[in-house]
């Protein structure tokens, strides 16, 4: 038991679910059916502002196989009701087009959309208003942005050093709003038994799902039990619960049977948030140097009227450059609009978009090399709060990538590179993302037959959590994988952080790692003496992490990106992208690469495909599927490699790792944007990159 294996960590293990997925035994939400099951689809409002007058439920209850029509009039009371996202039908107010504001229970999903579709509601309609704007009269300081950062920092006068700067930027960027669309959709079959609650759920955390819930009902967080072994990606969509988790657990309370609902992706872009479009001012200062003198980034961004979401678009540039004086702010408004929510590095991507394009226009104003700029303005310490770096390798990410790009002798000139019928031009951009670890527990039990298990409520969306997490205890236990079982995604499990935040392998890996070295503390002083029922121990990482040194922890990254635009069309296809980070210890190569490559992918997508429409008139997103809301598929991805560079950095956790699910978007659609300015000298200040932009 304690002879030493070879470690595991760093090896490029399969997913150890890899084969219950293709075979079809890896089952999702929607696919447990308790005996006596039920229905729900629910109804939306049709008005973007106003109060519900009247539904017709007679009518909707004489419809074949209906059991229930449930709206503000007749659902029950919820124990906790702040009036936000998750208060379903406790209002008769209409906050957004979109909003749950009824649900038809049937026999059948059949006979339950269509009486769904048939429900008669009479509105008390009020004019909406859906439109950001930087001028808008509603726009106000958040006391915090997410997860708890001061909204506005200033240090020194950066209006003094702007003025004085002998090289200024000032240019307004843009992004638009975004839906997560993860492969498979939200869903929650709940069912209850006396007080207490059963939910089969898609999410990123199902702890975070039944403290949630619990609350909302009254109940203790006991008495729910949510069960998530398998999830087809959440990208933010699944962090916190949405409406519909509600919405099925009161739904099956009132017709006392269990009920399954299941999210449309058309439902989806109202329900289950999305990334508030943004609208960035970016002053940058230097002397003729390239040196920053100043930065000033402002961010205008929207909410609800239900709920603050307030996304931490310009608390990158606190800590990427350094430059004596500097002012980041956020300005919020609330308009009649579904409540944005986390998404795929939010705050991040937006802002180092914006942050980085403006860069690149430095670069050129300064007649600098941008990958030479960048390591000008390299900090010492952390500029905001002057601690030290854990560890900071963006200087080596550059300085690699731009070797392995081919970036040594590239001319900055301009719209000059043609290629048959294309325009060529290459661009760079730094990547960043925070390191962060929540306390979670773990157990770890050593069986009778030489096996071992350990429990945590970690969940895999997709990532490869199952995998590493096994790689993990096997190191700490010293024994190889295939003896090692890892049970997740189940909030009977020992309580865990959620899968956001690119935080999951650290929070769970610290708990695992403890409960693994308590088990052998425990084995050692048994002296071998195994009882029949087998060995447990566990932990719990709260102090642990209470008590962690003070350091500025962020993972790096650079990206590269070649385009190729038509000349006649304005089509933009990337033809090479190259992202090289600094995260700590690669647990896992395979996993990791998959995650690299998946976010760059998403950053290709934002940067020339992703945008939800909003209507002024209609006060809705115009797109609501995979149709219109277009997302970048195989034949947009040509040529994507993410590598890595070593990078041991003692002041993390015990794996030495930095998280990686939400790096590899940031400061990808920044890159192209570059390149496509390289190409074409064009500069596309509002994201996505149309071809109408282009050839305007
Ligand atoms: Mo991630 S957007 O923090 O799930």
Not at 282 to 308: C, M, N, P
Not at 598 to 609: E, H, Q, Y
Not at 627 to 653: F, G, K, M, S, T
Request: hydrophobic content about 40%.
């Amino acid at each position: 038991m304690t002879t030493t294996t070879p470690s595991s960590v760093g090896s490029g293990l399969d997913r150890v679910e890899g084969l219950d997925k293709v075979t079809g035994r890896a089952r999702y939400a929607f696919e447990y059916s308790p005996r006596d099951l039920a229905y729900a689809v629910p109804v939306q409002a049709a008005v973007a502002r106003g109060e519900i007058r009247a539904v017709d439920v007679d009518a909707v209850l004489k419809r074949p196989g209906v059991i229930a029509a449930i709206w503000y009039g007749n659902a029950p009371r919820l124990a906790s009701d702040d009036g936000g996202e998750l208060a379903v039908l406790q209002s008769p107010r209409v906050a957004y087009r979109g909003q749950y504001i009824g649900v038809v229970v049937a026999e059948t999903l059949q006979d339950a959309r269509e009486a769904a579709r048939l429900v008669r509601v009479e509105y008390a309609a009020e004019r909406h208003d859906v439109e950001l704007r930087a001028d808008h009269p509603g726009l106000y300081r958040p006391e915090v942005v997410n997860p708890d950062f001061p909204a506005d920092v200033e240090q020194g006068d950066p209006d003094a050093a702007l003025a004085a700067a002998p090289i200024v930027v000032d240019a307004v960027y843009s992004t638009p709003a975004e839906h997560n669309n993860p492969m498979e959709p939200h869903a929650t079959v709940a069912a209850w038994d006396g007080d207490g609650l059963t939910l089969h759920d898609s999410n990123q955390g199902a702890s975070t799902v039944r403290d949630t819930v619990a609350a909302l009902f009254g109940m203790p967080p006991a008495n729910v039990r949510v069960i998530s072994p398998h999830v087809g990606g959440g990208f933010g969509s699944k962090g916190i619960p949405h409406p519909h988790v509600v919405l099925a657990a009161l739904a099956a309370k009132q017709v006392g049977r269990p009920v399954k609902l299941a999210v449309t992706r058309q439902q989806m872009f109202a329900v289950t948030g999305y990334r508030t479009p943004t609208i960035q001012r970016v002053r940058l200062g230097a002397d003729a140097g390239g040196r920053l003198t100043a930065i000033v980034h402002e961010a205008f961004e929207q909410s609800s009227t239900i709920k603050e979401f307030a996304e931490q678009t310009t608390v990158p540039t606190r800590m990427m450059y350094a430059a004596p004086d500097r002012r980041t702010t956020h300005r919020l408004v609330r308009l009649d609009v579904p409540t944005p929510s986390w998404m795929r590095a939010p705050g991040e991507t937006p802002g180092m978009f914006a942050l980085e394009s403006a860069m690149d226009e430095l670069a050129i104003a300064c007649g600098l090399d941008p990958v030479e700029l960048r390591i000008r303005n390299e900090p010492d310490t952390d500029p905001e709060s002057g601690l030290p770096f854990s560890s900071r390798n963006l200087v080596a990410c550059l300085r690699e990538g731009a070797r392995r790009f081919g970036w040594a002798g590239r001319d900055p000139a301009p719209g000059v590179r043609r290629r048959g019928r294309l325009l060529v031009g290459t661009g760079v951009a730094a990547s960043t993302y925070p390191v962060y670890r929540r306390p979670s527990r773990a157990s770890a039990r050593a069986e009778p037959d030489g096996r071992f298990t350990v429990r945590i409520a970690a969940a895999d969306i997709g990532t490869g959590a199952r995998t590493v997490l096994t790689q993990i205890a096997a190191d700490a236990l010293r024994a190889p994988v295939d003896r090692v079982r890892v049970e997740i995604g189940d909030s009977a499990l020992p309580t865990a952080a959620l899968a956001g935040g690119s935080m999951g392998t650290a929070s769970w890996g610290t708990a695992v790692v403890r409960a693994c070295e308590a088990l052998l503390e425990e084995l050692d002083r048994r002296g071998g003496d195994l009882p029949a029922g087998g060995v447990e121990a566990d932990a719990d990482t709260t102090e642990e992490i209470r008590g962690q040194r003070r350091f500025a922890r962020h993972a790096f990254g650079a990206q590269f990106a070649e385009v190729g635009v038509d000349v006649d069309t304005g089509e933009t296809r990337v033809l090479r992208l190259l992202g090289v980070f600094a995260a700590g210890r690669i647990v896992n190569p395979k996993t990791a690469r998959s995650q690299f490559v998946g976010g760059m992918t998403m950053g290709l997508s934002m940067a020339l495909l992703e945008e939800s429409v909003m209507d002024r008139e209609f006060g809705d997103y115009l797109n609501h599927d995979l149709a219109q809301y277009h997302v970048a598929a195989c034949a947009d991805v040509r040529d994507i490699e993410a590598l890595w560079v070593e990078e041991d950095d003692p002041h993390l956790n015990p794996m030495g790792s930095k998280g990686i699910g939400e790096i590899g978007i940031v400061g990808t659609a920044a890159a192209i944007a570059n390149a496509v300015h390289h190409a074409t000298g064009v500069r596309i200040r509002d994201l996505p990159i149309r071809l109408d932009k282009l050839v305007r």
